[in-house]
């Protein structure tokens, strides 16, 4: 089981969540295989409230491989649906955002992310509604539309694949800029 210790610090590995991954290439690695489920696994039970206690394991809703070491263009989001605990898991590889909606939206509490344990100021634009292309584990096509939070989490995990952390996306100067015209959520 994946723990905290295992995902990647921005401290400690900044150069490394700041590479830009490589395609993956089918049939994937077992490795790469049994790291999408140990993800998988780790974002279900953070989101249990009694397993994440037990665990002591971070609230996380998408993983990315960079985030593990891995520079590999692939991806998990595990998004809890209307039913508490009961969760519906996106995995992508070699994703790509292929339309998003003119309207801007941004995280009101401000985004997080597992490899910043820190309280950052300032929100990061997003789209409110994107659509996303990628493969599964054995090569099939898949596509998802995402909306508000989960358009956020494909935003901001497919961004750990271009190397950019969501904290690079913050206006320095002005960290709550646009926060007037984009809508909360």
Known sequence: M??????????????????????VTFPMDESDKKAINDMLEYLTNSQIEKIAKKYDLRPGMGMAAIQLGIPKRYFVVVHEQEEKETFKNYILINPRIVSTSEEMIYVEEGEGCLSVNR??????????????????????????????????????????????????????DDPYKGADIYRAI
Do not use: W
């Open 2 to 23: 994946l723990r905290n210790k295992d995902i990647l610090d921005e401290k400690d590995k900044s150069k490394i969540l700041h590479t830009i991954s490589k395609e």
């Open 119 to 172: 309280e950052v100021e300032g929100i990061v634009p997003r789209c409110a509604r994107v659509t996303i292309e990628g493969y599964d584990m054995d090569g099939n096509k898949v596509k998802y539309r995402g909306r508000e939070e989960l358009a956020i989490a494909f935003q901001h995990e497919l961004d750990h694949l271009n190397g950019i952390m969501f904290t690079d996306r913050i206006d320095k």
